[in-house]
């Protein structure tokens, strides 16, 4: 398939050539740059500059054209050509990490900087050369990043894979809409995420917003938005990552595609194992206590088309297949899932007009066992065997148009899921009963976004997202219907030339509950939650408020923020006993999270940067329910990243920090994780520049360190190495 790739877009080359170099403002060569030329808003060819900063394109052009200039830590340089193109200089400024430019926060597919909400960007380059391995762990660096548990996706369920932001409470339905390329990542049925999904080799970039993206997002993105971007070559590439190490681990990924006429074909595969650990801690393990291992295999495949006047079709398809140790002889899970994607844009009316269409279908299996109490885990005892097959539709469509400085997003989607759990309970390998429980749910709305540039200095956002959420059982006359306005007002003011940014927000947002937590019930040790179809949504009403400042080489923003989650839905502890605990999913007043965040970025000269993150949070149960000025589960006080990392022509180095603060597992507070503190780092050397060999290290200093309670004490991963190849053409 590579050699397909590599051979259909390398015909058709085009003739004409442009040269030049890339420079720092002290004169430094800038390796590693992107280079693009487009023309009416298609992109023509792309490059990278060498060890020497220079870069040479090819085009067939020969009147004026654009060409933009992106490196990590500067400013995008955008400089038009005339026609009779000779050598370019082009000098890059330093950008301070706020400044970035993104897709995400407008909703739009022209990249953008946009002053009035918190994100931050990863690049393929930053993903590429740090010690973490998957993506979940890349992005615990993050303030306020949380997941159900703090394991790593490698080893851990997919279902504590749900993400959330800014201390709305760790779940297994993410509070957080995740996102490949625009379309849902989050599982349909449950809301977690699989992050193995999206070949590594592929990823272009990462965009995290954080606070509500309910906006122009919808109803999943109650807390933000994470999007994965995959690579849109401007013309022939190839990317490999080959590794292995600890823990019997081995990864191959593959990227390869291009551009030729109007044409844009790519594709991508991935293979993962890895046998991975007892994850219960020392002193409370059994026999019956094994390694906790996974392995997956995904791919995509994509192929567009942009016509002369403007207008782009694209067809895309992936299929991923995954299957897990659970840490037992009995427990495990594994995943197939199928996705296809068709999209379509232009110009019309002034604007650019978008409209996609996607479906999913999925099977997830699982099985669950009871443990003997005496002696502790000695046996188990297989006691329920899951299989959820769902099925999703979804549809959307958009315009964008500008007047100047000034643009107006319009748009509606639509979703329609189908899923249950079918169910057999055993005891003793006798057969007890089965069940086939489940239901659909049908997710509409329609949102405007209009930014105003009222002068160089003053930006203002309006935004109102309308939703419509109807939920039935398969089984039962019940259902709900359910309808929900969420406004959003935002603004940044430039103090003159000081650096400095001053923003603000109000929002409210809204997130249904997902069929999982209706109809789904499931076992972890001898805790059983069981599901709840009265479930109603839950509604966040929230602010945000802080600076950004940028002088010379540094650049500070400072967030502060207060968030209230009414009709929180979270598993409430129903009664405890030494052999079993009863969970069930309820709306359990409100939860209030306040808290600031802290981000710090200080290039000491070219090749030298150091990153500082931090979030302070206090989120707690409030409202009339029980659980009243109760810590929320999952939520840790605090959480602080350092990341130091030097870059040239030659070395890749980086080294990340992070400590996470005392978090409770249950709704009680009865059940504390400890602090955890992880060192990763990461070195690699480039030769011939194209090829780089690296090691990187994860939990340098072996910590011991807790990732969840059930109440077996369950520990992070230890100290790992791993060591490979990356491959990059051009």
């Given at each position: ?152 996706s490698r080893v851990s369920n997919p279902t504590t894979q749900g993400v959330t932001l800014r201390g709305l409470g760790g779940a ?559």
């Amino acid at each position: 398939m590579v050699a397909l790739l590599l051979n259909l877009v390398g015909l058709g080359q085009p003739a004409g050539r442009i040269s030049g170099t890339v420079v720092d403002p002290q004169g430094a060569a800038v390796p590693n740059a992107s280079v693009r030329i487009e023309t009416a808003s298609a992109p023509l060819d792309e490059v990278r500059t060498g060890t020497d900063g220079s870069f040479e394109l090819r085009t067939t052009v020969t009147g004026a054209v654009r060409l933009i200039v992106t490196a990590p830590g500067f400013a995008e340089a955008v400089l038009m050509l005339p026609g009779g193109h000779g050598p370019v200089r082009i000098t890059l400024t330093p950008a301070p990490f706020f400044e970035t430019i993104n897709v995400t926060s407008a909703r739009s597919e022209v990249r953008q900087p946009d002053a009035t909400v918190t994100m931050t960007v990863f690049s393929s380059s930053e993903l590429l050369t740090s010690g973490p391995l998957t993506i979940d762990d890349a992005l615990k660096i993050v303030p306020g990043f949380t997941l159900l548990r703090r394991s790593s996706s490698r080893v851990s369920n997919p279902t504590t894979q749900g993400v959330t932001l800014r201390g709305l409470g760790g779940a297994a339905a993410s509070r957080s809409l995740v996102l490949t390329d625009g379309v849902p990542l989050n599982d349909a049925f449950g809301g977690w995420v699989y992050w193995d999904k999206v070949p590594f080799a592929a990823i272009d970039r990462i965009e995290v917003l954080r606070g509500g993206g309910s906006d122009v997002y919808g109803a999943d993105a109650l807390g933000g938005v994470v999007q994965i971007l995959t690579i849109q070559p401007g013309r022939r590439s190839l990317r490999a990552l080959v590794e292995g190490g600890s823990l019997h681990t081995g990864l191959v990924s593959l990227f390869a595609g291009g551009r030729t006429g109007g044409w844009l074909v790519s594709g991508a595969g991935e293979w993962f194992t890895t046998k991975g650990y007892i994850i219960v801690a020392d002193d409370e393990r059994g026999a019956v206590d094994t390694r906790a291992g996974s392995a997956h295999t995904s791919g995509i495949a994509s192929v567009s088309y942009r016509a002369g006047n403007g207008w782009r079709f694209e067809l895309r398809g992936s299929v991923f297949s995954e299957t897990r140790q659970n840490g037992t002889p009995v427990q495990m899970n594994d995943t197939d899932a199928r996705q296809g994607s068709g999209e379509v844009a232009g110009d019309a009316g002034g604007g650019l007009f978008s409209a996609r269409v996607f479906g999913d279908t999925q099977g997830y299996d699982q099985t669950f066992s009871a443990f003997s109490t005496e002696p502790p885990r000695a046996s188990e005892d297989l006691e329920r065997i899951q299989r959820v097959p769902t099925t999703v539709v979804g549809v959307a469509a958009q315009w964008e148009r500008r007047w100047g400085p000034h643009t107006l997003l319009v748009g509606a989607e639509e979703r329609f899921i189908e899923g249950r759990t079918v169910e057999t309970r055993l005891t003793e390998g006798r057969v007890l009963g089965t069940s086939d429980d489940g239901g659909s749910q049908r997710v509409g709305s329609a949102f405007a976004r209009a930014a105003f540039a009222v002068s160089d200095r003053l930006t203002v956002v309006a935004a109102a997202h309308g939703d419509g959420w109807q939920s039935k059982s398969q089984n039962t006359s019940f259902s709900q219907t359910v309808g929900s306005f969420n406004p959003r007002a935002s603004l940044a003011y430039r103090l003159g030339d000081s650096g400095v940014t001053l923003r603000g927000s109000v929002y409210r947002s809204f997130r249904a509950p997902t069929l999982n937590e209706l109809y789904r019930g499931f076992r972890v040790g001898n805790n059983v939650t069981t599901p709840n179809e009265s479930l109603e949504p839950e509604r966040l009403t929230a602010a945000e408020g802080g600076l950004a400042m940028s002088r010379g080489r540094a650049a500070v923003r400072v967030t502060g923020f207060w968030n209230r989650l009414d009709d929180t839905i979270t598993s409430v502890t129903i009664s405890t006993s030494p052999s079993l605990n009863i969970h069930e999913r309820q709306n359990a007043g409100q939860v209030r999270s306040i808290g600031v965040e802290l981000e710090a970025d200080l290039r000491l000269w070219q090749s030298v940067a150091v990153a500082v993150t931090s979030a302070m949070t206090d989120s707690r149960f409030k409202g009339e329910t029980r659980l009243r000025n109760n810590r929320v589960p999952q939520v840790a006080r605090y959480n602080v990243g350092l990341s130091l990392r030097y870059d040239n022509r030659l070395w890749n180095l980086s080294g990340q920090l992070r400590v996470a603060g005392s978090q409770f597992e249950d709704d009680i507070n009865t059940l504390i994780l400890r602090r955890a503190t992880v060192v990763d780092v990461f070195g690699g050397r480039t030769f011939a520049r194209r090829v780089s060999l690296f090691v990187a290290i994860e939990n340098l200093f072996n910590s011991d360190y807790d990732v969840g309670r059930t109440p077996t004490r369950t520990a992070g991963l230890p100290r790992t190495v791993r060591t490979g190849v990356q491959v990059a053409y051009p």
